[in-house]
């Protein structure tokens, strides 16, 4: 199947940023039957949206700065992504252990009972105080942590929900270009003329949707000045192997007032982050530093009996938030709200530069895209949908029903594979899981999964298959990325 299909000589959308949100805006989008091609200068989600901490959550931590609007918004989309991509995002119970002499318990009790309260939970249990003489968490915390709360989120597979999104649009009718840079592009007649990678594009509306790219976009390729900036924070992740058995997370609060995640994470490991740190310079080269592995790991040891040095680290990784500049003093106080730039006159056809957002509510800031964008288009805004339709895989409403009658249907493999591949892929792993499916390039990674990511979800080499599609980089044997590299020169890519 291919979703390279020729461009329209005039398309009514060219999104540049081939993020979560620019996904998202495509998916919408070609939903309503607009002509869409998006363009990404590297792969899907090669960046920041790979490089979050993996969960749809409201922002427990938001409401000390007053963000009733964003939390509320998060949590409501928690129960509608969860509804619309079982496959991929799963409940998480999070254990808060609770530190006197930082924020006191009545503060903690009201913020959980918003955040209990501020949406209607129809799937998520609600908060509830524990002892941790009963509660299993208090095997893992030191023994002066005593007692403590619990509440629930989603765990999210992020490179996953960004390709699901451009492979829906794409079956929508949106054209997808990845690997493929914005040069220039300049309005004249009323019309974007860009010049791409994959040739000229014009468009009618274009939507600026570069995350910590998005000033640079709009100064040096678009020649615009920006009323909003972007203010670049970097946040990092470390990875160790698994640091307890339990499959909650926790949350953990430090004496500056922020907040540290561990999530049990790929099975083997413990995912730790996020930092907090003001960004300059080229967001493609962006890395942890030593400060920053250090302050994770003081996280982790103020609370767990176990403690953990900088050389546990099997991995780690960073990304650069492009938040909405509002002036904060601490990066951890700047805003995770987005905000939508549309500019649109006599003498500029429409543009719209996306600041800020995050991963839960992507749908809704796509939402919110399409109402700026469809009047100046001369179109009627029509009713949202992609609260309604499952993502591509997801067309199942309990996981592990569906994971049993996967099972029954392709008896013959072995039971690991098969539920990583339906986590992955969904009611997808039918078109090829099952007899036939070729060597073991590694890991489990056969040639029939690399021939699908190839031929539908643009997996162009082996980073994009081990990193952001299969999630199996951190399993596979020594040899396998040179064995999928000369496996994907083997067959040609459809898309």
Not at 44 to 52: E, G, K, N, P
Not at 292 to 307: K, P
Not at 372 to 386: D, E, H, I, M, Q
Request: aromatic share 8%; glycine share 10%; net charge neutral.
């Amino acid at each position: 199947m291919s979703h390279s299909t020729p461009s329209p000589s005039i398309c009514d959308l060219l999104i540049v940023g081939g993020g979560i949100n620019g996904a998202a805006i495509a998916r919408d989008a070609a939903g309503r039957g607009l002509s869409v091609t998006l363009i990404e200068q590297h792969d899907l989600a090669q960046h920041t949206s790979s490089a979050s901490t993996k969960l749809i959550h409201g922002g427990l931590r938001y409401l000390e700065y007053y963000e009733f609007r964003l939390v509320r918004e998060a949590l409501i989309e928690r129960e509608t992504l969860l509804a619309i991509a079982p496959h991929i995002i799963w409940p998480l119970e999070f254990v808060l252990p609770h530190a006197r002499h930082l924020r006191p318990a009545w503060m903690i009790r009201m913020g959980l009972f918003l955040y209990d309260h501020l949406a209607r939970r129809k799937s998520l249990p609600a908060s509830r105080g524990i002892s941790f003489a009963t509660h299993p968490a208090g095997a893992v915390l030191r023994p002066e942590f005593r007692r403590g709360f619990t509440y629930a989120d989603c765990w999210v597979e992020d490179s996953r929900l960004v390709v699901l999104n451009a492979l829906d649009a794409a079956e929508r009718g949106a054209v997808i270009h990845t690997r493929c840079a914005l040069q220039a592009a300049r309005p004249e007649g009323g019309l974007w003329h860009a010049q791409t990678e994959a040739g000229p594009i014009t468009a009618r509306a274009l939507v600026n949707a570069t995350g910590p790219w998005v000033s640079e976009v709009l100064g040096a390729r678009l020649g615009r000045n920006a009323s909003a900036h972007a203010r670049l924070i970097k946040g990092s992740h470390i990875v160790t192997r698994r640091l307890y058995k339990g499959e909650n997370a926790f949350i953990l609060q430090n004496p500056d007032g922020r907040i540290v995640f561990v999530i049990p994470y790929e099975r083997d490991f413990s995912l730790i982050g996020t930092t907090d740190v003001p960004f300059s310079g080229d967001p493609a080269g962006v890395a942890i530093s030593a400060e920053e592995t250090g302050y994770l790991c003081e996280s982790v040891n103020r609370y767990f009996r176990a403690s953990i040095s900088p050389d546990d680290v099997v991995w780690s990784y960073a990304g650069v938030r492009p938040l909405f500049d509002d002036q904060a003093a601490d990066a951890k106080a700047v805003t995770r709200d987005y905000v939508l730039d549309l500019t649109h006159d006599g003498a500029t056809p429409p543009l719209l530069s996306v600041f800020g957002g995050k991963i839960t509510t992507s749908r809704k800031l796509a939402e919110h895209a399409l109402e700026k964008l469809l009047p100046v288009l001369g179109r009627p805004v029509c009713a949202s949908w992609t609260g309604g339709a499952p993502l591509p895989g997801g067309d199942f409403t309990d996981f592990s029903g569906y994971f049993a009658e996967f099972q029954k249907r392709f008896p013959t493999l072995e039971p690991r594979l098969a539920r990583r591949l339906v986590r992955a892929y969904g009611t997808r792993a039918e078109r090829f899981a099952g007899a036939g499916m070729g060597r073991d390039l590694g890991g489990g990674i056969t040639e029939a999964e690399a021939t699908y990511l190839a031929n539908h979800e643009w997996g162009r080499t082996a980073e994009d298959i081990l990193w952001r599609r299969s999630r199996m980089g951190l399993h596979v044997p020594a040899g396998t990325a040179e064995r999928l590299t000369a496996f994907l020169k083997e067959i040609p890519a459809t898309i």
